[in-house]
């Protein structure tokens, strides 16, 4: 499912799922490594991906990060069941998160949204 924001640009970054205005994401250590990314009030996680090149990585750490790495909890996760998600275009410079238009075409850098619960 992907949450339209607005039409034009953006001016920040808002979370997709209560319209908060974010922090600006910040490098967090895993056991596996570590990603760049941050938590939301409403408890959506969100994992950044500059390059745009790393999105299905970026995705799987922005899941298990939501999990708090309980990977029990990560097993029995199905998109649209018991979370919700939304990507977008995103520039960690500006701070800014815009509508992709094409995920296949589209290499700006990404964010990727992470909520869990009950739809
Ligand atoms: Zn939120």
Known sequence: MRLKIREDKEETARCPFC???IKAPEEIKTE???FIGGRCECGAVYVCDPTGHNVGEAYLDALTYA???DFMTFDSL?????YREAVF???????KLW???DIRRDYSGKIIFIQLGPQ
């Open 32 to 34: 596996t490594g570590g």
């Open 78 to 82: 199905n998109a649209g069941e018991n």
């Open 19 to 21: 319209a908060t205005l």
């Open 67 to 69: 999990c708090g790495e």
């Open 89 to 95: 275009n995103y520039d960690l410079r500006a701070h």
């Open 99 to 101: 509508e992709v238009r």
